[in-house]
């Protein structure tokens, strides 16, 4: 198991450090060739890509993944959550022209092209991350792998060769046409469990599924509420630098979020006695080196932050006193992920999804009434609180709430 474990968490972990430096790229790119205002304008679009995968996606790729590893075998079962994935693509579709149509009326600074245009990727993003998860479940990362890194390139490449000339209408078409591409790519691998699939009731689709959409649109706004409020409070230069500070605090805490993805079957399987680890001893060993690399990796943004922010360009001061202060939150980050990949890939994702729930109301709210006072101050703020209480509630729900907490505290 362990092998296979090691072998999964590599794959996993390469696929979401291309994701991330992808977008760390863009980032560069927009930021020292179409200047600090565009950074602003294209954070909004890429929350609102962001939210769009959420509402689309409802989270699949977990349920997916867990599932599929225990029904490897089980043609019916197969067929059913191959069922799931393309009722889910008919749902997301109604939810992306929601997210689009309401953005217009709000974000009226952003041109109405590109809003069509993240809503689009986002969209794509949702279905390309629920194919993972059926590969995830079938041990197969090294082909998301490959099909991400084919992506990024479709969407790096010319940004590399004409920087600046693409603008950022072109930087979304280039995305899309990327996801595009490794979705037929996914489909094609994956085609023999969708060749009769099981169309079951909507219904019973989503009282299977809810809590896991649920914790996936919390979770969303824990990562992105910041950036859609922030927009209504500041101009787009200083949203630009706040939301590069937010990018490289989330990158640093890629490491804790991709184990913790790579974990899910592997827990599923342990939980359900179909491994021979100990379930209590696995949680509690991984849970300690996610605490000591998340104190490395704040130390590491609290004395480098500066010089990260540096290579982007935009107001390196301000942008580097938002990284000291986020990088205090990376060890939680990183904890909280452990314990989150533990409750989905359990029975406990209804908790999971009231401590995602309680975490980002509490962001959203501190947001709102100290953005509208101190600005970034005010947000950077919310975001501590939040981190640090989604930590703590829990790591009470996994150790002292749970009816068999007697058996994770075990040998």
Same mark, same amino acid.
């Given at each position: ?96 022209? @929601?997210?689009?149509?309401?953005? #217009? ?13 993240? @809503? ?160 209590? #001893?696995?949680?509690? #060993? ?126």
């Amino acid at each position: 198991m362990l092998k296979r474990l090691a072998a999964t968490s590599v794959f996993v972990t390469i696929s979401r450090m291309i994701t991330t430096g992808t977008n760390l790229a863009v980032i560069f790119i927009v930021s020292r060739n179409l200047g600090t205002t565009n950074l602003g304008v294209y954070s909004i679009c890429f929350a609102l890509m962001y939210l769009t995968y959420t509402l689309t996606s409802f989270n699949l790729e977990v349920f997916l993944g867990k599932e599929m590893a225990i029904a490897r075998g089980n043609r019916q079962r197969m067929a059913d959550l191959a069922g799931t994935t393309i009722a889910g693509m008919a749902a997301g579709t109604l939810a992306a022209l @929601t997210v689009m149509g309401i953005s #217009r009326l709000i974000y009226t600074d952003v041109p109405t092209p590109l809003l069509i245009l993240a @809503t689009l990727c986002g969209f794509l993003l949702g279905l390309d991350m629920n194919l993972n998860g059926l590969l995830l479940g079938q041990e197969r990362a090294h082909v998301e792998t490959g099909t991400n890194l084919g992506a990024s390139l479709v969407l790096l490449l010319p940004l590399a060769l004409w920087p600046g000339k693409t603008g950022l209408t072109g930087i979304f078409w280039l995305r899309a046409a990327g996801l595009a591409t490794a979705i037929a790519f996914k489909m094609a691998i994956l085609r023999p469990a969708f060749i009769n699939p099981s169309l079951r009731s909507p219904g019973r689709i989503f009282r299977e599924i809810r809590y896991y959409w649920f914790d996936h649109v919390a979770g969303y706004f824990l990562r992105q509420a910041d950036i859609l409020l922030l927009a209504l409070f500041v101009d787009l230069d200083e949203l630009g630098v706040y939301f590069l500070a937010l990018r490289i605090f989330l990158a640093a805490g890629i490491i804790g979020e991709v184990s913790a993805r790579a974990l899910v079957p592997f827990f599923s399987r342990t939980y359900h006695g179909m491994e021979t680890l100990s379930m209590g #001893r696995l949680l509690r #060993r991984m849970l300690a080196a996610s605490l000591g690399v998340g104190v490395l990796l704040g130390l590491s943004l609290a004395l480098f932050g500066g010089w990260a922010i540096s290579l982007f360009k935009p107001a390196i001061d301000s942008g580097e006193i938002w990284l000291r202060w986020l990088s205090l939150a990376v060890p939680l980050r990183l904890g909280r992920f452990i314990l989150s990949a533990f409750l989905s890939s359990s029975r406990y994702q209804k908790q999971l999804f009231m401590v995602h729930l309680v975490s980002a109301a509490i962001l959203i709210v501190l947001t709102l009434t100290l953005g509208v006072t101190f600005l970034s101050a005010g947000v950077l703020t919310a975001r501590l609180f939040s981190e640090l209480f989604g930590f703590l509630f829990c790591l009470a729900v996994v150790f002292y709430r749970l009816p068999d907490s007697r058996k994770l505290r075990q040998v």
